[in-house]
Protein backbone atom coordinates (compact mmCIF):
# COMPACT_ATOMS: atom_id res chain seq x y z
CA UNK A 1 0.00 0.00 0.00
CA UNK A 2 0.95 3.88 -0.53
CA UNK A 3 0.56 6.47 1.63
CA UNK A 4 -0.93 7.21 4.89
CA UNK A 5 -3.27 3.91 5.20
CA UNK A 6 -4.51 4.39 8.89
CA UNK A 7 -5.97 7.17 11.06
CA UNK A 8 -3.88 10.41 11.70
CA UNK A 9 -1.87 9.93 8.86
CA UNK A 10 -0.11 6.65 10.60
CA UNK A 11 1.88 4.11 8.54
CA UNK A 12 0.54 1.09 10.39
CA UNK A 13 -1.40 -0.63 12.24
CA UNK A 14 -0.73 -2.39 15.98
CA UNK A 15 -3.33 -4.08 18.14
CA UNK A 16 -2.13 -5.74 21.50
CA UNK A 17 -4.28 -8.76 22.71
CA UNK A 18 -3.68 -10.90 25.73
CA UNK A 19 -5.52 -14.48 26.87
CA UNK A 20 -7.43 -16.19 29.43
CA UNK A 21 -8.03 -13.31 31.90
CA UNK A 22 -4.48 -14.05 33.62
CA UNK A 23 -4.32 -11.98 37.25
CA UNK A 24 -1.30 -10.52 35.79
CA UNK A 25 -2.70 -8.92 32.74
CA UNK A 26 -4.81 -6.96 35.40
CA UNK A 27 -2.35 -6.01 37.78
CA UNK A 28 0.55 -5.31 35.32
CA UNK A 29 -0.55 -5.34 31.69
CA UNK A 30 -3.37 -2.65 32.40
CA UNK A 31 -1.19 -0.28 34.17
CA UNK A 32 1.78 -0.35 31.95
CA UNK A 33 -0.38 0.31 28.63
CA UNK A 34 -2.61 3.28 30.47
CA UNK A 35 0.37 4.95 31.58
CA UNK A 36 1.34 5.34 28.07
CA UNK A 37 -2.12 6.15 26.75
CA UNK A 38 -2.53 2.43 24.63
CA UNK A 39 -5.54 0.53 25.25
CA UNK A 40 -5.73 -3.21 24.50
CA UNK A 41 -8.05 -6.21 23.68
CA UNK A 42 -8.57 -9.02 26.53
CA UNK A 43 -9.60 -12.50 25.55
CA UNK A 44 -11.84 -14.01 28.36
CA UNK A 45 -13.22 -17.20 28.99
CA UNK A 46 -16.44 -16.01 30.28
CA UNK A 47 -17.61 -19.22 32.61
CA UNK A 48 -18.85 -18.76 36.00
CA UNK A 49 -16.06 -17.69 38.20
CA UNK A 50 -15.32 -15.34 35.67
CA UNK A 51 -18.37 -13.69 35.31
CA UNK A 52 -18.28 -13.77 39.22
CA UNK A 53 -15.49 -11.31 39.18
CA UNK A 54 -17.20 -9.47 35.57
CA UNK A 55 -16.74 -5.64 37.56
CA UNK A 56 -12.80 -5.50 37.42
CA UNK A 57 -13.47 -6.29 33.87
CA UNK A 58 -16.30 -3.72 33.51
CA UNK A 59 -14.19 -0.95 34.85
CA UNK A 60 -11.21 -1.92 32.23
CA UNK A 61 -13.59 -1.76 29.31
CA UNK A 62 -14.86 1.35 30.76
CA UNK A 63 -11.41 2.80 29.87
CA UNK A 64 -11.73 2.11 26.31
CA UNK A 65 -9.91 -1.34 26.03
CA UNK A 66 -11.76 -4.58 24.39
CA UNK A 67 -12.95 -7.37 26.37
CA UNK A 68 -13.69 -10.35 23.66
CA UNK A 69 -14.54 -13.50 23.59
CA UNK A 70 -12.38 -16.87 23.92
CA UNK A 71 -15.14 -19.37 24.32
CA UNK A 72 -16.58 -20.65 27.75
CA UNK A 73 -14.43 -23.67 28.46
CA UNK A 74 -11.53 -22.90 25.57
CA UNK A 75 -11.68 -26.33 23.25
CA UNK A 76 -8.48 -27.30 21.61
CA UNK A 77 -7.28 -30.15 19.84
CA UNK A 78 -6.92 -33.50 22.11
CA UNK A 79 -3.14 -33.85 20.84
CA UNK A 80 -2.69 -31.37 23.73
CA UNK A 81 -1.74 -33.62 26.58
CA UNK A 82 -3.45 -31.09 29.02
CA UNK A 83 -6.92 -31.52 27.46
CA UNK A 84 -9.20 -31.84 30.52
CA UNK A 85 -12.74 -31.11 27.83
CA UNK A 86 -14.15 -32.43 25.06
CA UNK A 87 -11.57 -31.87 22.41
CA UNK A 88 -11.87 -30.51 18.93
CA UNK A 89 -11.68 -33.20 17.35
CA UNK A 90 -14.71 -35.00 19.01
CA UNK A 91 -17.36 -31.84 18.42
CA UNK A 92 -19.25 -30.68 16.38
CA UNK A 93 -20.58 -27.67 14.46
CA UNK A 94 -23.58 -27.63 16.62
CA UNK A 95 -21.25 -27.83 19.66
CA UNK A 96 -18.96 -25.29 18.90
CA UNK A 97 -21.76 -22.87 17.80
CA UNK A 98 -22.66 -23.21 21.39
CA UNK A 99 -19.44 -21.99 22.91
CA UNK A 100 -19.36 -19.40 20.70
CA UNK A 101 -22.61 -17.70 21.39
CA UNK A 102 -22.48 -19.18 24.80
CA UNK A 103 -19.23 -17.01 25.52
CA UNK A 104 -20.72 -13.62 23.59
CA UNK A 105 -24.23 -13.81 25.36
CA UNK A 106 -22.64 -13.65 28.67
CA UNK A 107 -19.98 -11.33 27.82
CA UNK A 108 -22.90 -8.92 26.73
CA UNK A 109 -24.45 -9.65 29.73
CA UNK A 110 -21.55 -8.64 32.19
CA UNK A 111 -20.59 -6.08 29.92
CA UNK A 112 -23.76 -4.47 28.37
CA UNK A 113 -21.71 -0.95 27.78
CA UNK A 114 -19.72 -2.55 25.52
CA UNK A 115 -21.37 -2.34 21.83
CA UNK A 116 -19.33 -4.71 20.10
CA UNK A 117 -16.14 -7.12 20.60
CA UNK A 118 -14.03 -9.85 18.77
CA UNK A 119 -13.65 -13.91 19.02
CA UNK A 120 -10.24 -15.52 19.30
CA UNK A 121 -9.37 -19.24 18.73
CA UNK A 122 -8.59 -21.15 21.65
CA UNK A 123 -4.72 -22.32 20.78
CA UNK A 124 -5.56 -20.74 17.65
CA UNK A 125 -7.26 -23.64 16.13
CA UNK A 126 -10.18 -23.25 13.77
CA UNK A 127 -11.99 -26.69 13.09
CA UNK A 128 -14.06 -29.06 15.06
CA UNK A 129 -13.80 -33.07 13.71
CA UNK A 130 -11.09 -35.26 12.14
CA UNK A 131 -9.99 -36.74 8.67
CA UNK A 132 -13.17 -36.31 6.57
CA UNK A 133 -15.39 -34.92 8.90
CA UNK A 134 -13.06 -32.46 9.62
CA UNK A 135 -14.53 -29.03 9.00
CA UNK A 136 -13.84 -25.48 9.67
CA UNK A 137 -15.82 -23.18 11.97
CA UNK A 138 -14.65 -19.60 11.14
CA UNK A 139 -17.99 -19.23 9.66
CA UNK A 140 -19.52 -20.15 12.97
CA UNK A 141 -17.58 -17.41 14.33
CA UNK A 142 -18.82 -14.73 11.49
CA UNK A 143 -22.23 -15.35 12.28
CA UNK A 144 -21.67 -13.69 15.64
CA UNK A 145 -18.42 -11.80 15.97
CA UNK A 146 -17.08 -8.82 13.67
CA UNK A 147 -13.85 -10.00 13.35
CA UNK A 148 -11.57 -12.82 15.06
CA UNK A 149 -7.95 -13.51 15.95
CA UNK A 150 -5.89 -16.24 15.04
CA UNK A 151 -2.57 -17.06 13.93
CA UNK A 152 -0.11 -16.03 10.88
CA UNK A 153 3.29 -15.67 9.55
CA UNK A 154 3.42 -11.45 9.25
CA UNK A 155 1.65 -8.71 9.45
CA UNK A 156 -2.10 -8.27 8.17
CA UNK A 157 -2.98 -6.37 4.33
CA UNK A 158 -6.13 -4.49 5.29
CA UNK A 159 -7.03 -5.05 1.71
CA UNK A 160 -6.49 -8.82 1.67
CA UNK A 161 -6.97 -9.70 5.32
CA UNK A 162 -9.86 -12.56 6.43
CA UNK A 163 -11.31 -10.46 9.27
CA UNK A 164 -12.78 -13.90 11.24
CA UNK A 165 -9.18 -15.27 10.72
CA UNK A 166 -6.85 -12.31 11.29
CA UNK A 167 -3.14 -13.07 11.84
CA UNK A 168 -1.35 -12.59 14.82
CA UNK A 169 2.00 -13.72 16.18
CA UNK A 170 2.85 -15.08 19.49
CA UNK A 171 4.93 -12.11 21.54
CA UNK A 172 5.39 -15.25 24.55
CA UNK A 173 9.47 -14.96 25.74
CA UNK A 174 10.35 -12.00 22.94
CA UNK A 175 12.70 -9.48 23.92
CA UNK A 176 11.44 -5.71 23.43
CA UNK A 177 13.51 -5.65 20.40
CA UNK A 178 11.94 -8.71 18.66
CA UNK A 179 8.18 -6.83 19.74
CA UNK A 180 9.55 -3.72 18.31
CA UNK A 181 10.47 -5.00 15.21
CA UNK A 182 7.14 -6.88 14.62
CA UNK A 183 5.66 -3.59 14.80
CA UNK A 184 7.62 -2.19 12.84
CA UNK A 185 6.90 -4.24 10.01
CA UNK A 186 3.68 -2.96 9.50
CA UNK A 187 4.93 0.41 8.72
CA UNK A 188 4.26 0.11 5.04
CA UNK A 189 0.55 0.26 5.73
CA UNK A 190 -0.16 -3.36 7.54
CA UNK A 191 -1.69 -3.96 10.84
CA UNK A 192 0.52 -6.35 13.48
CA UNK A 193 -1.45 -8.21 15.86
CA UNK A 194 0.69 -9.54 19.16
CA UNK A 195 -0.51 -11.86 20.80
CA UNK A 196 -0.11 -12.14 25.30
CA UNK A 197 -0.35 -14.23 28.13
CA UNK A 198 0.75 -13.48 31.37
CA UNK A 199 3.73 -10.98 32.57
CA UNK A 200 6.46 -11.98 34.94
CA UNK A 201 5.05 -15.49 35.39
CA UNK A 202 2.13 -17.97 34.50
CA UNK A 203 2.39 -19.83 30.93
CA UNK A 204 3.81 -18.53 28.21
CA UNK A 205 5.38 -15.49 30.14
CA UNK A 206 6.51 -12.43 28.96
CA UNK A 207 8.88 -10.01 30.77
CA UNK A 208 7.41 -6.99 32.03
CA UNK A 209 10.63 -4.62 31.57
CA UNK A 210 10.49 -5.47 27.86
CA UNK A 211 6.55 -5.16 27.57
CA UNK A 212 7.17 -2.04 29.18
CA UNK A 213 9.80 -0.85 26.75
CA UNK A 214 7.54 -2.03 23.78
CA UNK A 215 5.15 0.38 25.08
CA UNK A 216 7.26 2.85 25.49
CA UNK A 217 8.14 2.55 21.70
CA UNK A 218 4.60 2.29 20.63
CA UNK A 219 3.60 5.92 22.89
CA UNK A 220 6.76 7.73 21.49
CA UNK A 221 5.74 6.62 17.53
CA UNK A 222 2.12 7.19 17.56
CA UNK A 223 2.14 9.34 15.58
CA UNK A 224 3.25 6.32 12.96
CA UNK A 225 1.95 3.48 14.12
CA UNK A 226 -1.28 3.43 15.64
CA UNK A 227 -2.07 1.62 18.08
CA UNK A 228 -5.63 0.21 19.28
CA UNK A 229 -7.88 -2.80 20.26
CA UNK A 230 -8.45 -5.73 17.44
CA UNK A 231 -12.02 -4.76 17.25
CA UNK A 232 -11.43 -0.71 16.59
CA UNK A 233 -8.93 -2.02 13.79
CA UNK A 234 -11.22 -4.60 12.09
CA UNK A 235 -14.41 -1.67 11.81
CA UNK A 236 -11.99 0.70 10.18
CA UNK A 237 -11.09 -1.66 7.75
CA UNK A 238 -14.51 -2.43 7.25
CA UNK A 239 -15.49 0.88 7.08
CA UNK A 240 -12.83 1.44 4.06
CA UNK A 241 -14.17 -1.83 2.64
CA UNK A 242 -17.70 -0.21 2.67
CA UNK A 243 -16.07 3.23 0.53
CA UNK A 244 -13.98 1.26 -1.88
CA UNK A 245 -10.17 1.24 -2.91
CA UNK A 246 -10.00 5.16 -3.58
CA UNK A 247 -11.39 5.70 0.35
CA UNK A 248 -8.14 3.82 2.21
CA UNK A 249 -6.85 5.95 4.78
CA UNK A 250 -9.54 8.58 4.07
CA UNK A 251 -10.81 8.64 7.49
CA UNK A 252 -10.31 11.78 9.36
Not at 38 to 56: G, K, M, Q, S
Not at 76 to 103: H, Q, Y
Not at 122 to 142: I, L, T, W
Not at 206 to 222: I, M, S, V
Request: hydrophobic share 35%; charged share 25%.
Amino acid sequence: MNGPAWPGGCAGAVSLTFDDALPSQLDTAVPLLEGRNLRATFYVNPNDAWCANAEVWRAVQSRGHEVGNHTISHPCSGNFGWIRTKPLEDMTLDEIEAEVRSGREAIEKALPDQREFSFCYPCYQDFVGRGEGRRSYVPVVARYHRAARGWGESPNDPERVDLHYIWAFPGSGLKARGLIDLCEQATDGRWTVLVFHGLGGGPHPTAPREFRKLCTHLDRNRDRLWTAPLVEVASEILVRRERGPAQVGSTP
